[in-house]
């Protein structure tokens, strides 16, 4: 069973995403991690760069597969977790903590395209 705060959104696409003040931050899920098994590889987006909802904010590889990780909103990248590229398996041991990017979303308030727990809990049927 996997491990899914309440106080995070989730978008269906596995990511997480944690409003702090006016940004926010985004990484993949515990269920997403899990499925993905022992994380090799990680890359983040740069900052400055400007995203759309559904683009490609960073990319993963495990021994399994690679998979990438998609902004659920849109706005400028103001912060990349650096620390991913050299320690990819910090993911495995808590995705919670292994953020991807802040993000200033170019709208202010919570996006209504995003789930709660007990939304991501039941499409990922937990």
Same mark, same amino acid.
Request: with cysteine; charged share 20%.
């Given at each position: ?6 106080? &995070? ?105 995003? &789930? ?11």
């Amino acid at each position: 069973m996997s491990n899914i705060p309440n106080d &995070l959104l989730y978008a269906k696409s596995h990511e997480w995403i944690k409003l702090d003040g006016d940004t926010f931050l985004i990484g993949i899920t515990d269920h997403a991690q899990c499925e993905l098994g022992d994380l090799v590889f990680a890359e983040v987006a740069a900052v400055g760069k400007v995203l759309k909802a559904g683009q490609v904010i960073g990319s993963i590889e495990s021994v399994k597969t690679a998979s990438d990780i998609y902004s659920p909103v849109d706005g400028e990248v103001i912060e990349s977790n650096s620390t991913l590229g050299d320690k990819p398996e910090q993911i495995n041991e808590d995705p919670y903590a292994s953020w991807f990017i802040r993000i200033r979303p170019a709208q202010p308030g919570i996006p209504t395209n995003l &789930l709660d727990a007990a939304g991501y809990k039941a499409m990922i049927g937990e």
